[in-house]
């Protein structure tokens, strides 16, 4: 294809084109310049940037909660329960499957229990996992689906489910979904992708989240309809066999959601010290050290990009000193060259920020977390106290320090929302620990490419580039929208040449 966008504002620079060749940038410069093109979209004064890449992403899960049973926004046990049985009576029949609560703003109190459940649900099997997904109730008639369920770490008799309790109930709920709905579920989930501007996202599969047919099927379906490029990921490791299907699959990495930990509204985050509300715990780590060395050890020989979920302090650090073991056995630069991945890093000090400069590695973050739950009076104050919660997601710190940071949603932990997540980057909760606007924003775009070693080395909208772009519907320029907060409408958007919104 031979396209010219024409009459595009370019960064901070109006009046400028965009010549695009056979998917990939061949041109940019002002209008009047432009060479001849096949095809003309005229942008009107549009705003010109990058596609949006979105660096943590579960497509099956956010779709299911994009047409389905949603509770991010029950203000309260009652909201929530009434939202359930309005579900269960518009779909009388399957598993009944939900996501979003926060029992932290309700003001029973309490979160769910499978009694709650049970009144609305009968004797249906029900699955509504907490908003942060690291914890869920079930009703009675799926617990009953699950042997051995009451012998795993995690399981509790009211049906609220942590650890291996939850990570099983949350296989068997989602192994419910027939073919037709996940393809469906997957569908809605690039359709809202694209209608945001979101180019690309980064789909963190694995054993505990979803299947390996769930993301063959993601994968075949975005190579086989226009829309957001798919690169997945595969959270299990290597001794399990997570490297053969990191090969089976032709996937971007061997890690993503590799569970070292949980997280902190579940009280199963891993922290080096207790939690302020329950002393009693300071979480949990799922591996062993050693089970952390190998991992990282068979991807870097293979050169395969590792990644791991590490949300408390005490699972980041695990994480760092495996992979700096490695670096002393198989060197420094075969660990630089994989850019091994940490998810979310949500809790990590100064010293921690060194080494993940010195070892190469990506941080990958979810700045609505920090707006969710962060500050003095959130949900991280209330289980961690003030002076840990204010420390978290160090973003300035982690951007100073010159350690990579690809910016994602961890959809449907928080809705996919790439210009609400740059704004959150840069609107942090604790003073001085936000992204400047413009860092932020190229977090959210180049930043997931070069987290996926994809990365062009002259830029997104550099001659060569692939064309991966969206027109906004703004006459503000790239700095105006910044300052502004502002969150544009995606009035186009091309994925390697070809439109997927937007018509020339």
Not at 110 to 137: F, K, N, Q
């Amino acid at each position: 294809m031979n396209l010219l966008l024409t009459g595009v504002t370019v960064g901070d620079a109006p009046g400028r084109a965009v010549h695009v060749v056979d998917g990939a940038v061949a041109w940019v410069g002002p209008a009047i310049d432009a060479p001849r093109a096949d095809r003309t979209w005229d942008g009107g004064g549009a705003l010109l940037t990058p596609a949006f890449v979105d660096a943590h992403v579960h497509a099956t899960a956010t779709g299911l909660a994009l047409t389905g049973l949603a509770l991010h926004g029950a203000d309260s046990l009652r909201s929530a329960l009434a939202a359930v049985a309005a579900h269960v009576a518009a779909h009388p029949t399957g598993t009944v499957l939900g996501t979003g609560w926060d029992e932290t703003v309700w003001p029973e109190g309490r979160a769910l229990t499978r009694h709650d459940l049970d009144a609305v649900v009968g004797d249906r099997p029900a699955y509504l996992a907490r908003v942060d997904v690291h914890s869920a109730t079930v009703s009675t008639a799926l617990l009953d689906r699950i042997p051995g369920i009451t012998e795993l770490p995690g399981f509790a008799a009211d049906g609220q489910l942590r650890l291996d309790a939850h990570h099983a109930a949350r296989q068997v709920a989602y192994g419910s979904v027939d073919p037709a709905q996940r393809a469906a579920a997957q569908r809605a989930t690039l359709d809202a992708a694209a209608d945001l501007g979101i180019g690309c996202v980064h789909e963190m599969a694995g054993p505990e989240v979803s299947s390996a047919e769930d993301l063959a099927g993601l994968l075949q379906l975005a190579r086989a309809t226009p829309g957001p490029q798919v690169l997945g990921w595969w959270g299990e490791l290597a001794e399990r066999g997570g490297l053969d299907v990191v090969a089976e699959l032709g996937l971007a990495g061997a890690g993503g959601d590799l569970f070292c930990d949980g997280a902190f509204g579940s009280h199963t985050a891993a922290l080096s010290a207790p939690y302020t509300d329950r002393p009693d715990t300071s979480g949990a780590l799922r591996f062993e050290t050693a089970q952390v060395v190998e991992h990282v050890r068979a991807c870097t020989a293979a050169g395969v990009q590792a990644g791991f979920h590490v949300i408390g302090d005490a699972a980041v650090d695990q994480v760092l000193a495996a992979v700096a073991q490695v670096a002393e056995q198989l060197g420094r630069d075969a660990v630089r060259a994989c850019r091994h991945r940490l998810e979310h890093v949500e809790m990590v000090s100064p010293d921690a920020v060194d080494t993940m400069r010195a070892l190469g590695m990506v941080a990958s973050v979810q700045p609505a977390f920090d707006a969710a739950w962060g500050g003095d009076a959130g949900m991280y104050a209330e289980r961690l106290g003030v002076e840990r919660a204010l420390a978290c997601n160090p973003l300035a710190d982690l951007s100073d320090g010159m350690v990579a940071i690809a910016l994602g949603s961890d959809a449907p932990v928080t809705p996919l929302d790439p210009w609400g997540g740059v704004h959150a980057a840069v609107d942090h909760r604790t003073p001085g620990a936000g992204l400047r606007p413009f860092d932020a924003y190229d977090a959210a775009t180049h930043g997931g490419w070069y987290a996926a070693r994809t990365e062009h080395p002259d830029g997104p909208l550099a001659v060569g580039a692939p064309a991966h772009l969206a027109l906004w519907a703004t006459d503000l320029t790239l700095s105006g929208v910044l300052a502004q907060r502002a969150r544009p409408a995606c009035a186009g958007l091309l994925v390697a040449g070809d439109v997927v919104r937007g018509a020339p």
